[in-house]
């Protein structure tokens, strides 16, 4: 007999014939067994290996697997004397692979405990109606018969090895523990040599899928006894956890990792010392803790949420182990920067991977602290220092630092209030500041060697304080949204209040130390202000109180020392910012709030600097528009109270009589409800509050009236209701402005819109900045206008707004510098030249000492082009302005570079 017999017998013993469906028998392998009974009894090899089976249960399945387990023994003699590696056809394959799923359905599976293995209902729905072999000595011989012929056949050849040892693992393991069970041991050391010589990942996946009991039924507590000890034995080998995330992908699919309900499921599984094992708990805990460190370096992005998992549900029982053996390893790299004094001998090799280590270890599920949060809080600085100097790279370092930092802080359980100490603590420490971290191309971060902090030239600390911050408010963008605004809030909050100290009065300039750190603190409040303007909004009450200290303390030293100081002028005009600030959100129930500062404005208004005097009367007359508070009157002492407020208001019209008015024919009439409603607006009244759309819509069908009187009121009750909901009201002002599309948008409409928006951007000052976006497209696209008039106004008015927002415009300053330069060069009109050029100067104006860092791109194009206007340009008012935007270039340039007038202090002017 030959191979190619051998399998048109599979063939046969696998393939029902033709007229079998309409065959009537109690069991559907009853006419092919008879077939493959003929088959076989025409083959006296085959008939004389059958002779030496044992005899089985003499039912249909008994007789199959006789049958069938005499033509594979016969196959694997055959293949037997062939090379190992003997080529076997893919249609021989899966003939092989068919009659091993009939063997183990017909002939394993029956004589299995419950529990054990894939259940045979499960496997094939052809033998639902077949039973278990209850009688034991019968399913030891019928076991026996299946095992030995696997055995038989994993040894005659490769390929059927691998076919077994890959799909039909977890039945040969069921098998073989069910025998030795059954107290039959005689396959037990092959079986040991198999469990040595399988693919660890696939061992590992069998026996998870025996012990979670894949067919509903439980497995049986000695093969869950087994099986566990087995995997443990796997999972402290070297390797094991790279090993048990291998199976998991097999079984788990690409989402598993994602799933912190599973991946939990196997974080708790890893971090329970297993009955089993022979060793102690330290031990295996150590081993685990060793593989958790390795295997972060294989894939720390999939394996990360897994890894902490690990780590913290082990520390919960062995704290010290993981401690010392994944902490101490981990932090060690980073934790030697706190306490070495020689960085000369610092070895930095091991930094960049200690810092991706530690922020995989930290991505933890929601509800999740950190268990070594007072150890990591220490590392702040250290990190904060490191992202100050990587910021501006490209690299996944980077996102690590930034998504550390973030972990640590908002991770480790602290309130906001300590958050909060926590940042602003790790900013103001200068330890760090002399040295210098570099990353490689490679990846690989490296320290440049500095001098001690004390040593430090005050350049260096600026600059290194300046990049901190900014390094730490991008890590504040990454925290969670919901807890970001507090966080934000009391560093805030904690800022204001360091500007502000007790012994003011008698502290002078020579506090070198003191008034460094209050001028990084005013540095970072403002920068705060102008990154997180929505979250200091929200939360605008809690600092109104700190901000009348501050402004008493800085008026009180100002009359002390007799003398203008510059961090004091600056200390008053942050003040006044965040004073400016909280009236956007502030309504007529908050004036008693407002109406403690009208004392110390009023005393303002006669400070000797311009912008601050300025910027007092400017906020009384705030206070008088939107709050109904009479400076007058609290300067005598009285304050109005609920009652006074309340008869007053009843002495204006209300919401009905103005809807009313809105109607009159009479132009008087009409235009004094506009104006009612402006006032009504500005103080905040609820009842117009409530009734927005209606006024709006009111407001826009009046602004194209032909009647001077009406239109006037109705711009500046439209300018009223834009301040109010600036978000929703300045798109829809863009559209009627810029577009001309439908008949009724007129130029009278369109400019009494400009005066609008004009209006809005002048009331708003340097908030306008936060609202720029909406602005420039609208501005830029008038300049194609035909109307040279009208184009001329439009670079206008992009200057005014490039003077108070350069910043918020950087992303677009190069097509605003592309423009400038065709009209300057394309442009006959002289009245566009001077405009464009008035626009270039307006940028270089409004970037100041920042000018190389804002428009650093555009800076040659814009030097070259106003030089060019300069000697060339035919218009001599053009030729002025080239000269003055030289000026202003050079005045920016020595700023830059002068250090004795750099500062830390971001100027805030309100308009």
Request: hydrophobic fraction near 45%.
């Amino acid at each position: 007999m030959n191979l190619p017999e051998c399998f048109e017998l599979l063939k046969i013993a696998t393939s029902p014939g033709d007229n079998q469906q309409n065959t009537p028998s109690t069991d559907p392998f009853e006419c092919l067994c008879k077939r493959l009974d003929v088959a076989v009894s025409c083959n006296a090899e085959l008939v004389e290996i059958l002779d030496t089976l044992p005899e089985l249960e003499d039912t249909i399945p008994g007789r199959y697997v006789r049958l069938l387990t005499a033509c594979l023994k016969k196959m694997a003699g055959l293949l037997e004397p062939q090379p190992a590696d003997f080529l076997i056809s893919v249609q021989q394959r899966t003939l092989i692979t068919a009659s091993l799923e009939f063997l183990i359905a017909i002939g394993l599976l029956p004589c299995l405990d419950p529990g054990v293995g894939v259940p045979l209902e499960k496997r094939s729905s052809l033998v639902k109606s077949w039973s278990r072999i209850t009688d034991e000595t019968k399913r030891i011989e019928q076991l026996r018969l299946v095992v030995d012929c696997l055995m038989i056949m994993i040894a005659c050849n490769e390929t059927i090895k691998s076919i077994i040892l890959i799909k039909f693992l977890g039945d040969l393991i069921a098998a073989n523990e069910q025998l030795k069970a059954l107290k039959s041991v005689e396959f037990k050391d092959r079986f040991e040599k198999i469990y040595e010589d399988v693919f660890r990942p696939n061992l590992i996946r069998e026996l998870i899928m025996l012990v979670s009991g894949r067919g509903g039924t439980p497995p049986p507590p000695w093969l869950r006894a087994i099986c566990g000890g087995r995997l443990s034995k796997l999972l402290v080998e070297q390797n094991g956890l790279h090993y048990l995330t291998q199976a998991v992908d097999d079984f788990g699919g690409a989402d598993f990792w994602s799933d912190w309900r599973k991946v939990e499921s196997i974080a708790r599984i890893v971090s329970s010392r297993p009955k089993s094992f022979s060793g102690t708990g330290r031990e295996y805990f150590t081993n685990i803790s060793h593989q958790v460190v390795n295997l972060l370096d294989v894939n720390a992005e999939k394996f990360g949420p897994f890894c902490a998992l690990v780590v913290l549900k082990t520390h919960q029982v062995a704290p010290q182990v993981v401690d010392v053996e994944v902490f101490d390893r981990v932090l060690h790299p980073i934790e030697r920067l706190l306490v070495s004094v020689n960085y000369e001998s610092f070895d930095s090799k091991d930094l960049g991977p200690a810092i991706r280590r530690c922020a995989r270890l930290l991505i933890l599920p929601p509800g999740q602290t950190i268990p070594i949060a007072k150890r990591l809080i220490r590392l702040v600085t250290v990190l904060l220092a490191i992202y100050a100097n990587v910021q501006q790279s490209i690299s996944p370092l980077k996102s690590d630092l930034k998504e550390l930092l973030a972990s640590i802080v908002y991770r480790s359980g602290m309130e906001p209030d300590r958050q909060a100490v926590v940042l602003i603590d790790a900013l103001l420490d200068t330890t760090l500041d002399a040295q210098k971290f570099t990353l490689s191309e490679e990846e690989e971060l490296t320290i440049t060697h500095g001098v001690p902090s004390s040593l430090v030239h005050e350049e260096v600390v600026s600059d290194a304080f300046e990049a901190k911050t900014n390094a730490l408010l991008s890590v504040l963008e990454s925290f969670p949204t919901d807890g970001r605004g507090e966080v934000i809030a009391k560093m805030m909050y904690r800022s204001l209040s360091a500007i502000k100290v007790d012994d003011i009065t008698t502290m002078t300039s020579s506090d070198a130390t003191h008034w460094e750190d209050r001028m990084k603190q005013m540095m970072l409040l403002s920068m705060l202000l102008e990154r997180f303007q929505d979250q200091f909004l929200a939360n605008w009450t809690d600092m109104l109180g700190v901000v009348k200290e501050v402004l008493e303390a800085a008026q009180a030293r100002s009359e002390s020392i007799g003398f203008a100081d510059d961090s004091n002028e600056r200390t008053i005009e942050l003040a006044l910012a965040i004073l400016s600030a909280s009236l956007l959100s502030a309504e007529v129930a908050d004036r008693e709030k407002f109406a403690v500062f009208v004392p110390l404005l009023s005393t303002l208004q006669s400070h000797p600097k311009a912008s601050i005097n300025e910027s007092a009367k400017s906020l009384l007359q705030l206070f008088t528009d939107y709050l109904d508070i009479d400076p007058g009157l609290i300067q005598k002492g009285v304050i109005l109270d609920s009652a006074t407020s309340s008869r007053k208001s009843k002495q204006h019209a209300c919401m009905a009589e103005v809807v009313r008015d809105l109607g009159d024919p009479l132009e008087a009439v009409k235009g004094h409800a506009l104006i009612e409603i402006g006032r009504r607006v500005r103080r905040r009244d609820p009842e117009f509050l409530d009734h927005f759309e209606q006024l709006q819509s009111a407001v826009l069908a009046n602004l194209g009236d032909s009647d001077s009187y009406v239109f006037l009121a109705a711009v500046g009750a439209l300018a009223e209701l834009t301040l109010v909901r600036p978000d929703t009201l300045l798109p829809l002002l863009v559209d009627l402005f810029t577009d001309w599309s439908r008949q009724e948008r007129t130029l009278a409409v369109r400019a009494n819109v400009g005066e609008v928006l004009a209006r809005v951007c002048r009331q708003l000052g340097p908030l306008a900045s936060f609202h720029a976006d909406k602005l420039i497209n609208a501005f830029l696209s008038l300049v194609k206008e035909e109307d040279e008039l009208l184009r001329a106004s439009a670079l206008s008015s992009l200057a005014d707004l490039c003077m108070v927002s350069t910043r918020k415009i950087a992303s677009t300053l190069q097509e605003l510098v592309y423009c400038v330069n065709q009209l300057l060069t394309f442009e006959k009109s002289a009245l566009v030249r001077r405009a464009a050029v008035n626009l270039v100067r307006s940028i270089l104006a409004g970037s100041k000492e920042d000018m190389l860092t804002i428009i650093q791109d555009s800076l040659l194009d814009i030097y070259r082009l106003v030089k060019q206007l300069r000697s060339e340009d035919s218009d001599d008012i053009v030729r002025l302005h080239a000269e003055l935007c030289l000026e202003e270039m050079r005045a920016n340039m020595k700023d830059a570079f002068d250090v004795e007038k750099r500062s830390l202090i971001r100027e805030i002017r309100i308009k």
